[in-house]
């Protein structure tokens, strides 16, 4: 069994910067790709970024492109997801996943195996 744990949430105002956190515990023994996602009120929810483990390669939604970085730490079994120039439509309850092998694109919420509870980000205008 595997938990994902989300942190770093919580209220920044327009143009501010937030930093996510998301450590996986329990029997972690391998790590395909971690990724983020996203799901504002009344809305589905949204592919935000992911990064692939062995290789580093990250990808972004074009919502987020040049103002969100995804990252990781390996030894820490941590992601992290750094949020620039945040703007108020990025108000959404942000989840961390996790696959421990390639079971479809990454973009997709069925790709992966493992989901955090989720972290508020709300962004004032």
């Known amino acids: 069994q595997v938990q994902l744990v989300e942190s770093g949430g919580g209220l920044v105002q327009a143009g501010g910067s937030l930093r996510l956190s998301c450590t996986a515990s329990?029997?972690?023994?391998?790590?395909?790709?971690m990724g983020w996602f996203r799901q504002a009120a009344g809305k589905e929810r949204e592919f935000v970024a992911a990064i692939r483990w062995s290789s580093g390669i990250t990808s972004t939604a074009d919502s987020v492109k040049g103002r969100f970085v995804i990252s990781k730490d390996s030894a820490k079994n941590t992601v992290y997801l750094q949020m620039n120039s945040l703007k108020p439509e990025d108000t959404a309850v942000y989840s961390c996943?996790?696959?421990?092998?390639?079971?479809?694109?990454?973009?997709?919420?069925?790709?992966?195996?493992?989901w955090g509870q989720g972290t508020q980000v709300t962004v004032s205008s």
């Open positions: 329990g029997r972690t023994f391998s790590t395909y790709a």
């Open positions: 996943a996790m696959v421990t092998s390639w079971r479809g694109a990454l973009t997709t919420p069925t790709a992966y195996d493992y």
